[in-house]
């Protein structure tokens, strides 16, 4: 069996994660029945790069049920879980995924997942599908389809749809609403926090935290690090967004005014150097940064690294950077990638329910259809099955509407 993870041994542990994840999983599980009986992947070979966690061992092994082979590696070099991977690698699935891997392990895992010679991709973040597009070009002729998990990945498929460059239809799970209102905002809501407690252990109450970003992300952080107690500034570029925090009740301005202010600041913009090099020096001594925003490119880390005299570990997933002028000392987590991925476990399974079974369907979708190169979203049908199917999880009954209600919203002739 052909794999690369940390340690094979870890596997027991691993499984105990996956049985733990299914718990919360129903909606997916559900799916899973599903294609256990239909095999709708019957044939496919998959090629995924998400994060190797808990709740993506679960949807591989819905794939795996509806008849999928699968070969898997991670999205981020600190993101796996690697119990998780060795579960996975024992179940027979080709896992290619280390936490803390290099950069070259990186791209050689992202590779051996195109060696696997895949009909359909899943990605995050859009590494894999570019890695095709420019280096593995001869594989193209084979895939179906792709699917793309996050806003960062479908922001850089449209990029590349609009020059003419993209070969196969992509479907932007991103874009079901049963994702980015759920996962993008109360995933990250809550796991973000969850990380930077767990690197730093702060106490959030009386804190500044400066919410760079308030899109589905920045709403939830900036929702969750109020509810702790703490005291949030949000800094946005767009005015709607703007104006959207300023009536959710935070503070709103510019960066360089909330720079001596914060205490925390964290990152969720998807663009790059949303905090600058030029920033650093208007912090205050002490301050921390995290990032939870798709790549690490959202804190401008080399820059700090350049102004620093000195740099050390001083915790898990804490670094410690003494700025030259002024001994000023800036702390970061998880090396300024994912935050919650790189110091917690990511999102909660329940949410990960949602984006996975929105991740699932469209595969099943895409297979179905030939769909010519280009970007896609899911029909309103299947994002709300998926709502229903995650009510039902939750034991949650809904009404309906009568057919009277039914004929007025279709009607334009009944007024005042
Ligand atoms: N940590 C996770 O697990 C996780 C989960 C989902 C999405 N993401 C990633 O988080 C990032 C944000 O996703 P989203 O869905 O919130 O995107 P979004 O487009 O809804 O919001 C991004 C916001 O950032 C603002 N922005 C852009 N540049 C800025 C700048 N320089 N300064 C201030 N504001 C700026 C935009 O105006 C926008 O309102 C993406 O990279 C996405 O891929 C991470």
């Given amino acids: 069996m052909d794999y690369k993870v940390k340690d094979i041994k870890l596997s027991r542990e691993g499984k105990m994660q996956l049985e733990w994840a299914e718990k919360e999983m129903g909606a997916l599980l559900e799916v899973k029945k599903h294609f256990q009986k239909e095999k709708p992947f019957k044939g496919e070979r998959v090629g995924m790069a998400l994060h190797v966690t808990k ?8 794939l795996i049920a509806g008849g999928a082979k699968v070969a898997i590696t991670g999205c981020n070099p600190l993101s796996t879980q690697d119990d998780v991977a060795a579960a996975l690698a024992e179940e027979g699935v080709h896992v290619y995924a280390k936490k803390g891997e290099t950069k070259e392990e990186y791209y050689e895992y992202l590779n051996k997942v195109l060696d696997f010679n895949p009909t359909a991709t899943i990605d995050d973040g859009l590494d894999l599908v570019t890695e095709l597009h420019t280096k593995r070009t001869d594989l193209l002729k084979d895939i179906k389809v792709g699917t793309e998990e996050t806003t960062t990945g479908v922001i850089r498929a449209r990029a590349m749809a609009k020059e003419g460059a993209l070969k196969y239809a992509v479907i932007a799970v991103n874009d079901n609403k049963t994702k980015h209102l759920f ?19 702060i106490l959030f109450a009386g804190k ?8 589905s992300c920045g709403k ?13 500034i949000v800094v946005e570029v767009n005015p709607i967004a703007a104006l959207q925090a300023k009536m959710d009740g935070f503070i709103v301005m510019p960066l360089e005014h909330a720079l001596p202010l914060g205490d925390v600041f964290i990152t969720v913009t998807g663009n790059k150097h949303a905090i600058p090099k030029t920033a650093f020096r208007s912090m205050k001594d002490g301050a921390i940064l995290a990032n939870s925003g798709h790549f690490d490119v959202e804190i401008d880390v080399k ?15 804490l670094d410690e950077y003494t700025l030259r002028r002024g001994k000023k000392k800036i702390y970061l987590c998880a090396e300024g990638r994912l935050v919650n991925l790189g110091a917690a476990e990511g999102h909660p399974s329940t949410v990960m329910s949602l984006s996975f079974c ?18 896609y979203t899911l029909p309103e049908h299947i994002d709300e099955r998926i709502a229903r199917l995650q009510l039902k999880a939750m034991g949650v009954k809904i009404g309906a509407l009568t ?5 007025y919203l279709n009607s334009w002739k009944e007024g005042t």
Wanted: aromatic share 8%.
């Fill in 55 to 62: 709740e993506t061992g679960v949807l591989v092994r819905t």
């Fill in 183 to 201: 996962d993008n905002y109360y995933g990250t809501g809550q796991s973000t926090i969850d990380g930077i407690l767990r690197a730093t252990n």
């Fill in 208 to 215: 500044t935290f400066v919410v760079v970003g308030y899109g």
């Fill in 220 to 232: 939830g952080v900036a929702l969750r690090a109020k509810g702790m107690g703490g005291n949030v």
């Fill in 303 to 317: 820059g700090l690294e350049q102004m620093s005299y000195s740099k050390r570990r001083l915790r898990w997933q």
């Fill in 358 to 375: 929105g991740q699932a369907l469209a595969l099943e979708y895409g297979l179905k259809r030939k769909l010519e190169p280009g970007i």
């Fill in 403 to 407: 057919k009277e209600q039914e004929r």
